[in-house]
Nanobody, 119 residues
């Protein structure tokens, strides 16, 4: 079982920056991709950014050029640097970790952290 905990959300003015962190802990053989999603009420959860264990990244078109995902494999932690924030970035941000144990491959989700961008 792997636990995933997000932190770093809050209230920020439009044009500002926030850095989210997501730490994974527990029992596993390896952690593969770690991803950031976001969700607003009434809408589906959407992928914001993804990063593999090797460092390959992928971004939603809406955040390309503004958000940067990175990870520290030694700390099993992934970060999301969010710059030039706009009101449309307001959402609950969730992190997940895809990990491998001796019995298979699984995904764990964090509890989410609220990001609010005021215009």
């Amino acid at each position: 079982q792997v636990q995933v905990v997000e932190s770093g959300g809050g209230l920020v003015q439009a044009g500002g920056s926030l850095r989210l962190s997501c730490a994974a802990s527990g029992s596993f053989v390896a952690i593969n991709a770690m991803n950031w999603f976001r969700q607003v009420p009434g809408k589906q959860r959407e992928l914001v950014a993804a990063i593999t264990s090797g460092g390959s990244t992928n971004y939603a078109d809406s955040v390309k050029g503004r958000f940067i995902i990175s990870r520290d494999n030694a700390k099993y932690t992934v970060y999301l640097q969010m710059n030039s924030l706009i009101s449309e970035d307001t959402a609950v941000y969730y992190c997940n970790a895809n990990y491998r144990t001796g019995s298979g491959i699984y995904t764990s989700w964090g509890q989410g952290t609220q990001v609010t961008v005021s215009s």
